[in-house]
């Protein structure tokens, strides 16, 4: 075994002991779910976090996730290379980015502890940097068709086909290329219009207005609580607006630790993301959350979460936090929620109008969470009800294992869900029972 197997094993160890500490402390906090919920008070955890991250270990032959009832499951495309999001063109064509987190120098022992435990989990490793292209010739929901239609990215996430232009967010910039439709492959050398930080929160995803006018980019920060100062923060956190006319570029809202997935809600035309809050205040503090985004809009971080709650341990600017614009939706703590895509209704048996989000999962608290693709019901354009489970199983009883881990989430070209599985590195198709 290796230095980093071992100190894997170390960390182990000490992530039991203080899991089991914490649990001596009191009951577990319900879930902070919904439009108002019951967020713990914060606990920091200090130099010690909660590490928990079950080991990957793929489906076997034969075994898939569990669908809803009235619904079926079935794997669109199998052995990829991390597949993290996708993209359904016109003609029909399914593009997957296919990359991974990198790991960069550590910071601090956790940091090297939470590298270790995250390659166990295969959430760190060697990426891909490419983009495969899927095609479903005969109809039967399984593509039997498979190129690589662009490589030598830099951690492609994002995509994006506007006219005759397809975008790529690599995690350094969003980059042009230009697109001829039906194409299999695209060699053309790209164009960049603009350059983002990489590293940390590396995932750059995209979504055009509907009038094609307008690109929006996600930009995750570096650190969990900008531990390294404010100045590496810099154009971070925030949502970018990108003018295809003009090549400019803005932050069009801020304080938004890893705003990952984008969508619009169709009726209001507002534009909806979800976030990924910070870590080491306890298993419940604060969610990740669903909310729409306003222009100029801050949201908090680093400085305060869930509207105006204050994050003690980091300097505070009382400016900031006074404007601080408080979510729509809880989706629960450290339930990693990545995918976004807007469902209509009756796309899925028995499911409602609302957002479907994919839940990447927790790795650290007590009892894990997420590791699930669930829909958000809307009404008049607002979150209405509890969330629905679409897929679930992803993660063994004794959350020892995953078999998967979902993250992107689009509408297919038949009209069926296509899911992206990082782990189990297969898209997942759902339809009607």
């Known amino acids: 075994m290796n230095m980093s197997g071992i100190f894997a094993r170390i960390v182990a160890l000490i992530g ?26 914060a606990r920091p955890q200090g130099a010690i976090p909660t590490l928990k991250m079950p080991t ?69 490793g060697v990426s891909a940097d490419q983009i495969t292209l899927l095609r479903d010739r005969d109809g039967d929901g399984v593509a039997e068709g498979r190129g690589i239609f662009m490589e030598g990215l830099s951690q492609p996430f994002g995509m994006a086909l506007v006219g ?3 975008y ?23 164009r960049k219009l603009v350059a983002f930080k990489p590293g940390g929160h590396w995932t750059r995803s995209l979504l055009p207005s509907a009038d094609g006018k307008k690109l929006y980019a996600g930009v995750g920060s570096l650190s969990n609580i900008a531990e390294s100062g404010m100045e590496v923060e810099e154009g ?38 979800v976030v990924n809050e910070r870590d080491g205040l306890g298993d419940e503090t604060p969610p990740d959350y669903l909310t729409s985004v306003r222009d100029g809009g801050f949201y908090g971080w680093p400085y305060c979460y869930w509207g105006q709650t204050v994050d003690d341990r980091v300097p505070q600017d009382p400016a900031m936090v006074a404007k601080a614009i408080q979510p729509d939706y809880a989706l629960g703590g450290h339930t990693a929620s990545l995918g976004l ?17 994919g839940q990447h999962g927790s790795w650290n608290r007590s009892t894990l969470s997420g590791y699930a693709v669930i829909l958000v019901p809307f009404e ?30 689009t509408l297919g070209p ?12 297969v898209i997942w198709r759902v339809t009607a029972a």
């Open 341 to 357: 895509c807007w469902m209509p209704s009756g796309t899925l048996p028995g499911f409602p109008d609302g957002m479907v989000i």
């Open 168 to 190: 790529v967010g690599n995690t350094d910039g969003v980059v042009a290329f230009p697109y001829a439709a039906g194409a299999d492959r695209i060699t053309a050398e790209g």
């Open 380 to 409: 008049d354009g607002r979150p209405s009800g509890p969330p629905r489970d679409i897929l679930t199983g992803f993660l063994a009883p004794d959350e020892k294992v995953s078999y998967g881990r979902p993250v992107g989430v």
């Open 164 to 166: 005759d232009t397809f």
């Open 414 to 425: 038949d009209g069926s869900l296509l899911v992206a599985d990082d782990v189990g590195n």
């Open 56 to 124: 990957a270990q793929g489906w076997s032959d034969g075994q898939k996730p569990t669908a809803a009832p009235g619904l079926k499951v079935n794997a669109f495309a199998k052995d990829l290379d991390h597949p993290r999001w996708i993209n359904v063109l016109p003609n029909g064509d399914v593009l997957i980015s296919e990359a991974t987190q990198i790991a960069g120098p550590p910071r601090s022992v956790f940091h090297y502890a939470m590298q270790a435990t995250m390659r166990r989990a295969a959430a760190l």
């Open 236 to 273: 971070r956190a925030a949502i970018y607006e990108l003018d295809l006319a003009d090549g400019t570029s803005r932050i069009f809202a801020s304080g938004l630790r890893n705003a990952v997935g984008l969508a619009w809600e169709p009726s209001t035309s507002v534009l909806w993301t």
């Open 16 to 41: 039991a002991v203080a899991l089991l500490w914490r649990r001596l402390q009191g009951a577990a906090p319900p879930p902070a779910w919904g439009n108002t919920p019951k967020i713990p008070e």
